[in-house]
């Protein structure tokens, strides 16, 4: 069985994933470590939830002008989020404008989840490339950064082969007998 989420990581964890995953345990695993939806529902809640983050960890960085769900984003095979910056002519000086979009399917995932997704687009701010320095700056802003995008992997896997959300349009977390 492939895992295409987390083909970097090693064996012995995507064995323990593939396992979860054929004894129809991975859901309940996550349900339970992660029982409810974050409450982020809008555009511009989300554009605060950025901004509170941004001004707490990343003061001195560029301004993001614009945070939004985007449902043109597809996961699989693409981004769980982008940070664009364009660049534009005002006078004679050269201005930046920042934008963060966050696929449309995390509005229905733990707070965990879109935190971390939140935390890896702003620090592209200040770091470009995902390098040493860019890692150290997601765990500085979210401590447990790679233990979040680990179990993110793990629900993208999830729903790749069950098709099923595990957390409800309205936040709660779905039973796992219901997850048809």
């Known amino acids: 069985m492939e895992l295409p989420y987390l083909r970097s990581y090693p064996e012995t964890l995507q064995t323990q994933a593939r396992e979860l995953l054929i004894a129809g345990k991975l859901g309940p695993v996550l349900q339970r470590k992660y029982p409810a939806a974050h ?3 809008s555009d511009k809640a989300l554009y605060d939830y950025a901004q509170e983050l941004k001004a707490r ?3 001195n960085a560029g301004t993001v002008n614009k945070v939004v769900f985007d449902s043109k ?31 449309s399917m995390f509005k229905q995932v733990p707070d965990e989840f879109l935190r971390m997704i939140v935390v890896h687009e702003l620090a592209h701010l200040r770091e470009k490339d995902h390098d040493k320095a860019f890692y150290q700056l997601c765990t500085h802003m979210e401590p447990q950064y790679h233990q979040y995008e ?8 999830y729903m790749e082969h069950s098709g099923a959300r595990l957390w409800n349009a309205d936040g709660s977390g779905r039973p796992a007998s219901a997850e048809n």
């Open 39 to 41: 409450a982020v529902r």
């Open 57 to 59: 960890y990343l003061r």
């Open 73 to 103: 984003i597809h996961v699989v095979r693409h981004a769980l989020g982008l940070h664009t910056s364009l660049s534009r002519v005002q006078g004679n000086r050269l201005t930046a404008r920042h934008e963060i979009r966050v696929a």
């Open 150 to 157: 680990f179990d993110l992997r793990l629900y993208l896997t």
